[in-house]
Structures are given as structure tokens and as C-alpha cells.
């Protein structure tokens, strides 16, 4: 990582369907379907809308060989309607899926804590991909690593870089350079060590794969938005990253717009920022400088902290920059940067990419957003929600919510409305609302209490990881999770102001 000024991590090109990354190429944006994959024309239609916002690779489960078959169905309807987003297929525990799969698309997916590497399965769908042109993606989740794995390591970063590393051995083994990878969580702080000690890795053993960012779990609205930026904007300013998708739960075509933002946000960040100390930084190791146990926002009392605001194009290394060089290391600091945006889920993206890996990597003790023509009220509702996706503040209830895919099996939109609607009052609670148990119980580990889709109109309730109710109708499930979070004495009742 360069500390003084920005350049990207060197890369080389992957080529996906008609989309190149790596090497030059800008960051390709990309999402994934959440139809059913047995059902062609819902398929054909969302990838349509996805490619239409202005994504250039869509991702669709293939949970089964069934799923995998019908991947030629689809991609030929795709390209009888001249839709141009390269097709990925998502494989979790089945190698016989990925093998069919491979037949029909441009890139596959799979997932090294459900897949075996020692009966020659991966050698077997790299020769089969090297003989199509197809590309892999090894897509590492905090949530399923590999029980030898997480026995040695346990659900750690270092955990996720052995996991992709070994896989990464193979490729290199085998001479396939067509090859991508991942290392996605829903905690931020966890997901950006796993990039950096990953970049790190395969900077020590000559490797210049490219990289897939993505947070996972980041939810809904405004809150998901910004927990993606944070994680995302983190490793995009320090240059890691050659395609992105921000996971949100909602249609996946409204993902495209942010990616979007986010990549032309980070396409340029000129400057030179000088860095004396550089020994006071550790990327990949958590350090909270100061001694300042609760962050603070704009509002707040400010006595005896240091306001330091950046006025450059790469507010991100400006700012580190001379925290760093602060006479007192140990020194509180506010962050300030002005933005214009007329647009509030704009200015969010934009500040929570910029400020957020300051707070993310404990160099920073608060946050002052500058934006005039925006209400106090909105501008700490944003600090505050930035603060709580760095993991440096909980004001609020916190949803690890999937994206859903086609192996969920019912509304997850319209469920974590009404979840949301029942429990957003709720202070520093982590609820998990996931799709389906592929990688739900795994993704939301750190979560207070899970809710997780179990099979068709069917739910298991969580208390961290521990089951507690299963396969219970899903008719019966928000009043059960409401009456578990009681049973636990962690319920309190809606103030009036906030029915």
C-alpha cells in the first residue's frame, strides 16, 4: 500500500463473456439475479434490467444440476435479445454443478469452503474452463470456511486468506491465469483485513489475479448503502479492487447505480501527501489510536479534539496523512470534508467511501460532514450510520440482511420491511435476516438473533448461532423472533415518537 499518494494494485486482465478486468481496464460493475434460475424468462428479463442500469456481469445461482441445465436456456434467450452482460454461474457444494455449468457461461463461481480439493475436482473444472475460455472466481465467505480450515484459524481473516490462497495454488499449478477472487463478509473491519492480508499474500508469492470486492449482507436503504461504500470505498482508495457489486436487499438492478458511483468516485485521486510516520499504521492489524471511547458527530461537544479537513481530491490519503503526522500521536481528531451534492444518498455514498476507512482503521475519533441545502437532522443520521459501519459506534439497530438470490424462498424485501417496522427502535441489536442456510447462519455469526429462511413458507429462529426454533411457518415467525428477543430481556417497547 502506498500511504502518500494513490495508485491501483497491478493486475492482470481476466477476460468475462464480452468484459475485460484487470490490467488498465476501469472497475466493472456487476449483480446478481434473484429469480428463480429454473425459470428462464424471469431470468432473461432481470438480467435485461441489471445490463440496462449499466451492468456488465450478472451473477445467477446454480445450487443444483437442475439449475445448472437450464444455464443453457437462459443464456441463449439472453443473447437472442442482445443483452451484453457476461453470465456467471454461483456454485455452493456441488462440483457436478459447476461442471454443467461451465458448458453455458462466461465465469464460475465457487465457493472453496464447499468444495474439495482433494479428489482432483478443481483441476478437473479448470481444464474444462481453460478449454471454454471460461473464467473462475474463488469467492471465500467469513460464513463458510471450510471446518479444517476454521478448526485451525476459526472465522478470522487469516482463516479467508489461507482458505483462497490454497485454491490460488492450484490455478497457478495448473497455469490458468483467468482467474478471480473474493474474500466477502458483512462486518466491514473483517472484510477489508481479509483484502489487505489477501493483496499481501499473493503480492509475497508473485500472484496479480484480480480482485472482486463486495460487503455482504449490507441490507436496505440509506444503512446499506453506506456499510458497502465503507467497506468498498476503503479498498478502492487504497487501489485494491477490479470489479465490485454492492449487495443490497432490494431489485438487484438498483445495486448498479451506487457500484457505478463508486467506481467513478475512485477513478481519479490525484495528489502526494507526505507520510513521516508511516510505523504509527497498521492496515491489517486494528489499532484505535487515541484513547477516545466513543466517537463523536458534528454536533456533539468537540473540546479537546483536533478538527482536521480535507480540501483535496483524495480526501482519504490527505487526511490519513496528517493524522499520522500530528506532532501527539495519541491526539483526538475529527475528520471534516465538504460535499455539494445536491442528492443526501450521494453525499452518503461519497462520504462513507472518503471517511469511513478512517474510522474503519481506528485513526479517527469522529466525523463532520459539511452539506449545505441538507438538514442537521439528515447529516447525523449519515455520520451516525458511517460511524456504525465502521464498527466505531452503534446508535441503532443492525441488519444483516442477504441480497437474496434464487435459492431464497420468499419475500425477503417485504420481510425485513416488516421486521425493520417491529424492531428498528431497538438499540445496538444485530439482527441477521438471510435468505436461505447456504451461507446465512455463517454470514450473520455476529448477529444477536437470526432470522433464516429454512424452505418454502418455512423459518429457523437464531439466538447468535445457537437454533432455538426450527422450520416454524413463516406466518409465526416475526411475533417468535419479537417474543425470543423478550424472553432475553432485550426488548423494550416504541417510544411515542418513534410509533
Given at each position: 500500500?502506498?500511504?502518500?499518494?494513490?495508485?491501483?494494485?497491478?493486475?492482470?486482465?481476466?477476460?468475462?463473456?464480452?468484459?475485460?478486468?484487470?490490467?488498465?481496464?476501469?472497475?466493472?460493475?456487476?449483480?446478481?439475479?434473484?429469480?428463480?434460475?429454473?425459470?428462464?424468462?424471469?431470468?432473461?428479463?432481470?438480467?435485461?434490467?441489471?445490463?440496462?442500469?449499466?451492468?456488465?456481469?450478472?451473477?445467477?445461482?446454480?445450487?443444483?444440476?437442475?439449475?445448472?441445465?437450464?444455464?443453457?436456456?437462459?443464456?441463449?434467450?439472453?443473447?437472442?435479445?442482445?443483452?451484453?452482460?457476461?453470465?456467471?454461474?454461483?456454485?455452493?457444494?456441488?462440483?457436478?454443478?459447476?461442471?454443467?455449468?461451465?458448458?453455458?457461461?462466461?465465469?464460475?463461481?465457487?465457493?472453496?469452503?464447499?468444495?474439495?480439493?482433494?479428489?482432483?475436482?478443481?483441476?478437473?473444472?479448470?481444464?474444462?474452463?481453460?478449454?471454454?475460455?471460461?473464467?473462475?472466481?474463488?469467492?471465500?465467505?467469513?460464513?463458510?470456511?471450510?471446518?479444517?480450515?476454521?478448526?485451525?484459524?476459526?472465522?478470522?481473516?487469516?482463516?479467508?486468506?489461507?482458505?483462497?490462497?490454497?485454491?490460488?495454488?492450484?490455478?497457478?499449478?495448473?497455469?490458468?491465469?483467468?482467474?478471480?477472487?473474493?474474500?466477502?463478509?458483512?462486518?466491514?473491519?473483517?472484510?477489508?483485513?481479509?483484502?489487505?492480508?489477501?493483496?499481501?499474500?499473493?503480492?509475497?508469492?508473485?500472484?496479480?489475479?484480480?480482485?472482486?470486492?463486495?460487503?455482504?449482507?449490507?441490507?436496505?436503504?440509506?444503512?446499506?448503502?453506506?456499510?458497502?461504500?465503507?467497506?468498498?470505498?476503503?479498498?478502492?482508495?487504497?487501489?485494491?479492487?477490479?470489479?465490485?457489486?454492492?449487495?443490497?436487499?432490494?431489485?438487484?438492478?438498483?445495486?448498479?447505480?451506487?457500484?457505478?458511483?463508486?467506481?467513478?468516485?475512485?477513478?481519479?485521486?490525484?495528489?502526494?501527501?507526505?507520510?513521516?510516520?508511516?510505523?504509527?499504521?497498521?492496515?491489517?492489524e486494528y489499532r484505535h489510536r487515541s484513547r477516545v471511547a466513543?466517537?463523536?458527530?458534528?454536533?456533539?461537544?468537540?473540546?479537546?479534539?483536533?478538527?482536521?479537513?480535507?480540501?483535496?481530491?483524495?480526501?482519504?490519503?490527505?487526511?490519513?496523512?496528517?493524522?499520522?503526522?500530528?506532532?501527539?500521536?495519541?491526539?483526538?481528531?475529527?475528520?471534516?470534508?465538504?460535499?455539494?451534492?445536491?442528492?443526501?444518498?450521494?453525499?452518503?455514498?461519497?462520504?462513507?467511501?472518503?471517511?469511513?476507512?478512517?474510522?474503519?482503521?481506528?485513526?479517527?475519533?469522529?466525523?463532520?460532514?459539511?452539506?449545505?441545502?441538507?438538514?442537521?437532522?439528515?447529516?447525523?443520521?449519515?455520520?451516525?450510520?458511517?460511524?456504525?459501519?465502521?464498527?466505531?459506534?452503534?446508535?441503532?439497530?443492525?441488519?444483516?440482511?442477504?441480497?437474496?438470490?434464487?435459492?431464497?424462498?420468499?419475500?425477503?424485501?417485504?420481510?425485513?420491511?416488516?421486521?425493520?417496522?417491529?424492531?428498528?427502535?431497538?438499540?445496538?441489536?444485530?439482527?441477521?435476516?438471510?435468505?436461505?442456510?447456504?451461507?446465512?447462519?455463517?454470514?450473520?455469526?455476529?448477529?444477536?438473533?437470526?432470522?433464516?429462511?429454512?424452505?418454502?413458507?418455512?423459518?429457523?429462529?437464531?439466538?447468535?448461532?445457537?437454533?432455538?426454533?426450527?422450520?416454524?411457518?413463516?406466518?409465526?415467525?416475526?411475533?417468535?423472533?419479537?417474543?425470543?428477543?423478550?424472553?432475553?430481556g432485550e426488548w423494550e417497547e416504541p417510544s411515542e415518537s418513534?410509533?
Open positions: 500500500m502506498n500511504l502518500s499518494e494513490f495508485s491501483r494494485r497491478t493486475s492482470c486482465e481476466v477476460r468475462i463473456g464480452a468484459t475485460t478486468i484487470g490490467g488498465q481496464h476501469p472497475v466493472a460493475v456487476q449483480s446478481m439475479t434473484n429469480t428463480d434460475t429454473n425459470d428462464t424468462e424471469a431470468c432473461v428479463a432481470q438480467i435485461g434490467r441489471i445490463a440496462a442500469a449499466g451492468g456488465r456481469i450478472v451473477r445467477l445461482t446454480a445450487q443444483g444440476r437442475r439449475e445448472a441445465e437450464n444455464l443453457q436456456h437462459i443464456a441463449r434467450r439472453v443473447r437472442e435479445e442482445g443483452i451484453g452482460a457476461a453470465l456467471v454461474a454461483d456454485i455452493h457444494f456441488l462440483p457436478e454443478a459447476a461442471a454443467v455449468a461451465a458448458q453455458y457461461v462466461d465465469k464460475v463461481r465457487i465457493n472453496p469452503g464447499n468444495y474439495r480439493t482433494d479428489h482432483g475436482e478443481l483441476e478437473a473444472l479448470i481444464a474444462q474452463c481453460r478449454e471454454r475460455g471460461v473464467a473462475l472466481r474463488i469467492g471465500v465467505n467469513h460464513g463458510s470456511l471450510a471446518r479444517r480450515v476454521f478448526d485451525e484459524w476459526g472465522d478470522t481473516p487469516q482463516g479467508m486468506v489461507v482458505s483462497a490462497m490454497e485454491f490460488l495454488r492450484v490455478c497457478r499449478q495448473e497455469g490458468f491465469d483467468q482467474v478471480v477472487v473474493s474474500m466477502k463478509s458483512s462486518n466491514t473491519r473483517v472484510m477489508v483485513a481479509a483484502y489487505r492480508l489477501l493483496a499481501e499474500a499473493m503480492e509475497a508469492e508473485g500472484m496479480r489475479y484480480p480482485i472482486h470486492l463486495g460487503v455482504t449482507e449490507a441490507g436496505n436503504g440509506l444503512e446499506g448503502r453506506i456499510k458497502s461504500a465503507v467497506g468498498i470505498g476503503a479498498l478502492l482508495a487504497d487501489g485494491i479492487g477490479d470489479t465490485i457489486r454492492v449487495s443490497l436487499t432490494e431489485a438487484p438492478e438498483h445495486e448498479i447505480p451506487v457500484a457505478q458511483l463508486l467506481a467513478e468516485h475512485f477513478a481519479v485521486r490525484p495528489g502526494r501527501f507526505e507520510v513521516r510516520h508511516p510505523e504509527r499504521y497498521s492496515p491489517t466513543v466517537p463523536i458527530v458534528h454536533d456533539e461537544p468537540m473540546e479537546g479534539f483536533r478538527v482536521i479537513e480535507a480540501l483535496s481530491g483524495n480526501p482519504t490519503a490527505e487526511l490519513r496523512a496528517a493524522i499520522l503526522n500530528l506532532e501527539q500521536p495519541d491526539e483526538p481528531v475529527v475528520v471534516k470534508r465538504r460535499y455539494d451534492d445536491s442528492s443526501l444518498e450521494t453525499l452518503a455514498v461519497k462520504a462513507a467511501a472518503d471517511l469511513g476507512v478512517l474510522l474503519l482503521d481506528g485513526l479517527a475519533d469522529g466525523i463532520w460532514i459539511d452539506a449545505p441545502g441538507h438538514s442537521e437532522a439528515d447529516i447525523r443520521d449519515v455520520e451516525l450510520m458511517i460511524l456504525q459501519a465502521a464498527r466505531a459506534r452503534f446508535s441503532h439497530t443492525e441488519y444483516i440482511a442477504c441480497p437474496s438470490c434464487g435459492r431464497t424462498l420468499y419475500d425477503i424485501e417485504k420481510t425485513l420491511a416488516d421486521i425493520k417496522a417491529r424492531t428498528s427502535h431497538l438499540k445496538n441489536l444485530k439482527i441477521g435476516v438471510m435468505g436461505c442456510i447456504v451461507n446465512g447462519p455463517g454470514e450473520m455469526a455476529d448477529a444477536d438473533y437470526g432470522y433464516v429462511g429454512a424452505g418454502p413458507g418455512r423459518i429457523t429462529l437464531y439466538k447468535g448461532r445457537t437454533v432455538v426454533a426450527r422450520n416454524i411457518p413463516q406466518e409465526e415467525a416475526l411475533d417468535r423472533l419479537v417474543a425470543l428477543i423478550e424472553e432475553h418513534k410509533m
